[in-house]
């Protein structure tokens, strides 16, 4: 055995280890979803649909990976009754973090314009999927250090949308093609 | 004993991962969105995913060698193993693997050794030959947005049994003239003591019994009961199987069979064993480890020889030896059996049924309408199983039954605590 617990690690810091990065996961779709739904006064009548779609798969989503990590533990396969596998098998059915990033994106779309809050939700739900990754992979956070230029310079583009959004207040075809058409001269521009 | 397999060169099939998908779904939500609103901030929102979606030069290998080892060629029910798995030529690729095994055993998760295998428990929870299950191994290149994924079907293995317990077992009262640990009532040369009589010139005068020659009178000599060794027989029902996975009959008859097998051999008793299924095959009454472990074979291992159960009138007389216990393990559902004990009985065997029928067959009646039809033919079938054992116990064959989960020795406790009259 090499696991943690057998380096002599405390049991709770064992048990808490894993843990951490889902209830990051936890906390960040929560966020996302409750910054897509506020306010729900003055959002278009098919915001709240969205938000129970978006509620339920974020819950599932969480679900789904805590069931994956407590399966991935070892020896836990052995304990599994027939029943939790086949539980864990429903869960793992459908994409529950892919919808749930569409309904939370929905959700914003059904509010009036405000550039700089859509933006944050970006980076919320960016931070999101990130976490659900490593939680996944079981990889440590520094695994995102040869991306993080990349993060940036996604962050640094979607700030200059939000200004340019703001400032052409009225919207328009012009701006979104002039914001897609930046982005995509970024992506190619960048050096891989 | 570990057996390993050659190396095999796999072609590794690639897509996107789930890292992937979620991270495009993200962009192309966020510029549908935009398009769709017109609100040029969703374009933004899309960028950072976009960017990390940026395909970057990964050495992704076509094709990868896996190679394969099993701890064991054979297992026991209940016991932990392991596969090693060796994955070469992955080049930059990060490795996962992952047992995905056949319903019968249950597979935990799988470790990297030092040596560069990976180990891969599981546990064997079915006796017979059955196929593991498949190696699932999943690649990820250096950013996890490439996922390659690769089957390898894992071979067969047998499992054995799990023996049940017996520590008491059934003696007969006429052992064949064998040496071996049971006291027979015959005296002899054995250890246990049967009683004392008048001595007689050749006597040995080390078994004089003093005691008693100073209070008759005359000289007296200890007896001791002669140690015979008993043919026991195991008749194996296998030719219906009915109940879940893991309890069924045959399950269940399988591991009663290895029980009364490992409990008569360790008394060095000559063990014959009959497997009653799809053919008619059968082991001729021997001792000893090799026998042992040609009767546990022939209950987990299917074998295309023997003889086909339609032709079989009655059970085979060279597996059968003159007064040996003919101990049939069966949840009596095969009319063909049942004719076949009578006949035994007839024959003058002493016989005995350990029952291993602890569930219902499925009627096959469903709904609402057909519940009073469906509990009427539960019942006929009860009644014709209870039928079966009743004509069994009219005709001096005791049956017991066993659930499978204690010991064979509640059951059988009647018929161990004196020796069994084996005369017609």
């Not at chain 2, 079989?312 to 216990?325: E, H, I, K, S, Y």
Request: some cysteine.
């Amino acid at each position: 055995m090499s696991g943690p617990a057998s380096r002599g690690a405390t049991p709770a810091r064992a048990v808490a280890a894993p843990a951490v990065p889902l209830l990051a996961a936890t906390v960040l779709a929560t966020c996302a979803v409750a910054w897509a739904a506020v306010p729900m006064r003055g959002a278009h009548p098919g915001a709240r649909p969205v938000l129970a779609v978006a509620v339920a798969c974020a819950g599932l989503a969480i679900l789904r990976l805590g069931a994956a990590m407590l399966a991935s533990r070892s020896g836990a396969a052995f304990r599994e009754t027939r029943l939790a596998a086949r539980t864990r098998s429903a869960l793992s059915a459908l994409p529950w973090a892919q919808i749930m990033t569409v309904a939370v994106l929905a959700l914003e779309a059904l509010h009036p314009s405000r550039p700089w809050h859509t933006v944050s939700l970006g980076v919320v739900l960016l931070a999101f999927l990130l976490v659900l990754h490593l939680a996944e992979s079981g990889a440590r956070p520094a695994v995102l250090r040869p991306v993080l230029p990349l993060i940036a310079a996604g962050l640094a583009l979607a700030a200059l949308s939000a200004v340019a959004a703001a400032l052409t207040a009225s919207g328009g075809l012009v701006a979104v093609i002039a914001a897609s058409a930046a982005v995509a001269v970024a992506v190619l521009a960048l050096p891989v | 004993m570990l057996t390993a397999d050659p190396e095999r060169t796999v072609t590794v099939t690639w897509r996107l991962s789930g890292h992937a998908r979620r991270l495009a779904t993200l962009a192309l939500a966020a510029l549908f969105l935009a398009l769709a609103t017109k609100r040029a901030e969703f374009a933004g929102l899309a960028a950072p995913a976009l960017l990390l979606l940026i395909p970057r030069r990964s050495a992704l290998p076509p094709e990868i060698s896996v190679g394969l080892a099993v701890e064991a060629d054979q297992i026991t029910e209940g016991e932990r193993v392991a596969i090693l798995a060796k994955i070469t030529g992955q080049r930059e690729a990060t490795v996962l693997v992952r047992l995905r095994p056949e319903a019968w055993i249950t597979a935990g998760a799988a470790a990297l050794g030092a040596d560069g295998w990976y180990r891969l428990p599981f546990l064997a929870q079915r006796w017979g030959s059955r196929l593991i299950g498949t190696l699932e191994v999943t690649l990820h290149d250096r950013w996890r947005l490439a996922e390659g994924r690769v089957t390898v079907t894992l071979p067969r293995i047998a499992c054995l049994p799990r023996p049940a317990r017996l520590e008491s077992l059934i003696v007969l009262s006429k052992l064949p003239a064998r040496l071996g640990e049971h006291a027979a009532r015959a005296p002899g040369e054995g250890v246990e003591f049967a009683g004392v009589r008048e001595f007689v010139p050749g006597d040995r005068q080390r078994r004089i019994n003093w005691p008693a020659t100073t209070r008759r009178g005359s000289l007296q000599l200890n007896t001791f009961a002669a140690e015979r060794a008993q043919v026991t027989v195991i008749v194996l029902d296998v030719s219906m199987d009915l109940g879940p996975a893991g309890f069924s009959t045959a399950d269940l008859a399988g591991r009663a069979a290895a029980g009364v097998a490992a409990g008569y051999l360790a008394a060095r008793d000559r063990v014959g064993l009959i497997s009653f299924g799809q053919q008619l095959r059968w082991l001729s009454p021997a001792t000893g480890r090799r026998q042992a472990e040609r009767i546990m074979a022939m209950i987990a291992l299917d074998s295309p020889d023997g003889e086909p159960l339609g032709s079989v009138t009655r059970l085979p007389n060279a597996a059968l030896p003159p007064g040996a216990l003919i101990i049939v393990v069966s949840p009596l559902l095969n009319m063909r059996l049942i004719e076949a004990l009578r006949e035994l009985r007839e024959r003058g065997f002493a016989t005995i049924v350990v029952d291993v029928l602890s569930v219902e067959p499925d009627v096959g009646l469903r709904g609402r309408r057909n519940r009073a039809m469906a509990r009427l033919a539960r019942r006929i079938w009860r009644m014709e199983q209870a039928a079966i054992r009743f004509s069994l116990r009219e005709l001096g064959i005791p049956v017991v039954s066993w659930d499978g989960m204690s010991s064979l020795d509640e059951p059988l406790a009647a018929y161990t605590r004196r020796a069994l009259v084996n005369r017609p």
